[in-house]
């Protein structure tokens, strides 16, 4: 039986991804802290001319965790479109990234 590395916490996978997006020069923000240790994690790619992709996790058929990108569109709809979800999870942690080259900093694949 194999068994999975543990999961990283929310609060220090948040801290991660804001480092790198500050690293290349991209402005990323909490907007809604979720729970520290097992909140899920929205990401918003806003693109800084009223556009802006919502990420989210999910896992592929082998278990590993990938992002589904939502259709870029206009800002307020990402923004309704995160509104939703939270009112169906309070728990979820919401990070902003701001950068005019549309860059998600995530490691992992985005679908």
């Not at 929205?42 to 919502?54: I, S, Y």
Request: glycine share 8%; charged share 30%; proline share 5%.
């Amino acid at each position: 039986m194999m068994e999975r590395a543990p999961r990283l916490k929310a609060e220090i996978w948040v801290k991660a991804l804001i480092r790198r997006c500050e690293a290349a020069g991209a402005a990323a923000m909490v907007v809604r802290r979720g729970d520290t240790s097992s909140g899920s994690v929205l990401v918003k790619l806003n693109t800084l001319d009223g556009q802006a992709q919502v990420l989210s996790p999910a896992r592929d058929g082998a278990g590993e965790l990938i992002w589904i990108a939502r259709p870029k569109g206009p800002e307020a709809e990402a923004d309704a479109w995160i509104e939703k979800q939270r009112s169906f999870d309070p728990d979820i942690w919401v990070v902003e990234i701001e950068d005019r080259e549309g860059r998600h900093f995530l490691q992992e694949k985005v679908a």
